[in-house]
């Protein structure tokens, strides 16, 4: 029997299994699965009601909320392909994203008003503006409540095509316009049943979506905790007290999120105050983490902790960083945290090597350097209408992630930089991130960029950017003498400039192109 | 990126990241995935160079062995199709199962000698016969080990079309000839997926055999398992000392098996002998379980214990009868053991209902009783060579079971009996299997079986056949007081006869078609 990979069948088993359970939580919003599947149900007709075709685009500009959520199989149950976007972004790159989208129908909260006011006139295509939480005014053309209201809840499901496209994300690449990243059915499929065995979700898990889930490491929990017939618990605004209460009252065991939350976390003065018992699993997503952050949030959230790694183009998960049983029986205990905070193995169903500049395995014996490349289904179809982006990034077969990584013979892969990140002094490539991990076990640093600033001598140095906690002292020459004790005196920064915090992206990703730029003023290079 | 679907995947997975991790233990035989890899590489080379086309058949007749095992890789990754037969079948329909598949080269364990000289005049077609474990002699062209040293370990991979064949096992259906089940890569692969994360397998865990690999349960572990990186034990013969001695010295985590082997498990004088503090899950299927099975399996295994249902038409795994969370905190605790003796509900990527005699939802009550029906793309593609076999089995887009069963609220399946063993009294329908586990709760009873037999008064009645435990005691006047506390007066049986033994089929089921047969001697009709 062949039935069309579809992931409307997670949302079909969560109503038929799990009707009466608490799927969705948004502050005092409460719906269980079969509300929420008649809510979907409702969306997509009233998305063909608006006139919305078959394969149109429909953008969604939205917090983490219980309508983005209902999108995530609305739409699709209408047909229409989802386009969820950064709100982080600024409206003129909005604008171009819709733009070339070709979204005929945008939804918004009535907080992005102002944005929508600015990019309106530029887009004369889109024919519908939905608002979200306010009566129709200014750019609005619907109010989202009224047209669920005014829909039925009569379950027409469409015709699916696995291999078309069903999701159109756009990534928030720091150089060159946003690319547009196109995921079939089959992709969404195959990641939601990967993603749940690999992160070995329940029924009895509860998720907290702290990621925005317009950006990598958001988009899969839509699906794969739909399936699972586990709860939905939304934050709209990160705010570490706000988030942390959301863990007691709702007795959250997962929390994915990137290493900047975690730290905010792990020193926000409320830790103490609230009953953190239910967590069982933090995810850590987004930017390399270092064994420090592992322990530490082992510590004090009392969870385990993990490293996961995936990116806008990979639907998103590629890898974790579970301990293995045999290899925890068989080595040393500390190396327990040192492997939980690499980049991890494999999920099933991806398939991960390390290559060098010719495409050839690196030698699996964790010191040499390659990119990262995957094979899987869950690999997107290719940059939406730009073929020679694809062909860029997929080749022979593989998606070059350009990320430069080592991998030892247990498969564990661990980040050494963003190619474009790597430090080059003197010949040697310095990895960044080891430098930040170095200096991320001093007691007193509560974050740290490490980034390449030209030199005359060695062509590149690497200069350290910190923030200390609040409260904590140390001079730069007590960093130095503590980092020394870890690395080769080469990779130790001569130069270290503290600083009150750091500019953060859109998943709070620690922004080091725009760290890197000062020292590279008035040069025509940005390599040396 | 699109990727056809491939169980090779699963092993090449394996050999990556757990290489060096003990994969297969068969009695004093031990590999690692690298070296199951490589001996699956060498097989499939070896299998084309005994002139094996692509999609030719390729029938293994063996126990549950390693090289059965390599049998699931190496037979695909030569492009072949792997037939694995019922070895407690008579070498007629063994003979007549390989000349239905047209397989052209047969594998047998040499204990199966005997056998292939009774068939192999008959089976022109096979060029080659490849004895196991023996050197060659009689029926024998080749040897198997002397095969795979004499073959390249090299990787060929081989171009799979996912909807292409893959397996091919023949149900061992009571009544006909056997009937072949044609499973595709895809069948195959996103079942490997879904069941392993229905089941909650993770790579610390080590599966016990029990059930043969040629049979409904057996089929799906060495994609499962392989995939997830566990350990395979192989068990070639079932007996509950040696089982007992396997779990304690391997440290096994699972075991799958019908209730006959569970019972005899439990009412082992070996029981208290063998540190079984490793096992973590009993999964029992292939037959409906008692509440009370699952209590004593639970008591006396020391481990969970939940029954999953499945056939050979479907992979197999269906459902299965985890207690949910939201169940368990609202339910009285006894409500636990009977949950988790249902059948169960539909896994991720499986949709069940339980259907009238018109195909409509019967109420989900838990009363009303349909046939199941399964709709997933883990149902096979159809019957080999069969049409009209596969249409009378797949209809509107459904496969339907034959098992006829309640659903409630929830969405937990309950078994009442196979349409054929649905006892009519008095226009009444009487469920065998709830009369079964009314007996089952008697402390005296080891195992029994209801059937129907023929009555001039009522049409049909049931009939109950009991075997007691060794040193147990009860008159049939006991057993029914006992039973008449839990069931209405007319599903009594009036008729209880006491046996020694029952005779049980291929994965140790009762054989109740068996059971029944001299009850009806002498009439034209098999239902009154």
Redesign the interface.
């Known amino acids: 029997?062949?039935?069309p990979?579809s992931v409307l069948?997670?949302r079909?088993?969560a109503a038929?299994?799990?009707?009466?359970?608490e799927a969705v939580i948004d502050g005092d919003r409460r719906f269980t699965y079969a509300e929420y599947a008649e809510r979907t149900h409702r969306l997509a007709n009233a998305i063909r009601g608006l006139g919305v075709a078959a394969e149109d685009r429909v953008t969604f500009i939205s917090y983490n909320c219980h309508q983005l959520l209902e999108a995530y199989y609305g739409v699709l149950e209408a047909g229409a392909v989802l386009n969820p976007v950064n709100i982080r972004l600024a409206a003129p790159e909005i604008g171009y994203i819709i733009g070339h989208a070709g979204s005929t129908a945008v939804f918004y909260h009535a907080d992005f008003r102002p944005m929508v006011e600015a990019m309106q006139a530029d887009l004369p295509a889109v024919k519908r503006w939905v608002v979200m939480e306010s009566p129709i005014e200014g750019p609005a053309t619907h109010e989202y409540e009224a047209l669920l209201a005014d829909a039925s809840p009569a379950y027409d499901p469409p015709e699916v095509d696995e291999?078309a496209m069903a999701e159109l994300f756009y990534t928030s690449g720091t150089t060159g316009k946003p690319k547009g990243v196109v995921l079939?059915h089959?992709?969404l499929y195959?990641h939601g049943?990967?993603g749940?065995?690999a992160l070995?979700m329940?029924?009895?898990d509860t998720m907290l979506h702290v990621v925005p889930l317009f950006h990598v490491n958001g988009w899969g929990a839509p699906h794969w905790m739909t399936?699972?017939?586990g709860r939905h618990v939304m934050l709209r605004k990160f705010d570490p007290g706000a988030l942390l209460r959301l863990v007691a009252e709702h007795r959250v065991t997962y929390l994915l999120a990137v290493p900047t939350i975690f730290n905010a976390l792990v020193n926000s003065p409320e830790l103490g105050s609230h009953d953190l018992s239910s967590l069982k699993m933090a995810i850590i997503g987004g930017a390399p983490a270092s064994p420090t952050l592992v322990r530490t949030i082992e510590e004090k959230l009392g969870c385990q902790a993990i490293v996961g790694y995936g990116l806008s183009e990979t639907t998103p998960i590629l890898s974790l960083a579970?301990p293995?049983?045999?290899l925890t029986a068989a080595e040393a205990p500390e190396m327990s945290a040192a492997r939980q905070a690499m980049t991890g193995?494999?999920i099933?169903?991806v398939?991960l090597r390390v290559v060098d500049a010719e495409g050839a395995d690196v030698l699996p014996d964790g010191e040499q350097i390659g990119e990262i490349v995957a094979?899987?289904?869950?690999?997107?179809?290719g940059y939406y209408r730009d073929p020679e982006g694809t062909a860029e990034k997929?080749r022979d077969?593989w998606?070059h992630t350009g990320d430069m990584a080592t991998i030892d013979?247990?498969?564990y892969i661990s980040i050494k930089d963003r190619s474009k990140d790597i430090i080059i002094r003197g010949g040697e490539n310095i990895s960044s991130v080891e430098i930040e991990n170095a200096f991320a076990s001093h007691p007193a640093v509560l974050e740290v960029a490490v980034v390449a600033a030209p030199d005359d001598r060695w062509g590149e140095i690497p200069v350290a950017l910190v923030v200390l906690k609040p409260d904590a002292a140390a001079t730069a020459q007590q960093l130095r003498t503590h980092i020394r004790t870890q690395l080769a005196d080469f990779k130790v920064p001569r130069q270290i400039e503290f600083r009150e915090s750091l500019p953060k992206g859109g998943t709070g990703k620690i922004l080091k192109a725009e760290l890197r730029e000062p020292f590279w003023a008035g040069r025509a290079a940005r390599v040396n």
């Open positions: 029997m062949r039935i990979l069948e997670f079909d088993r038929a299994l799990f009707g009466n359970v291999d079939t089959r992709n195959l049943l990967a749940a065995l070995r329940t029924d009895a399936m699972m017939g579970w293995r049983a045999v193995y494999a099933a169903g398939n094979r899987s289904n869950t690999v997107m179809e997929i077969g998606f013979e247990a498969g």
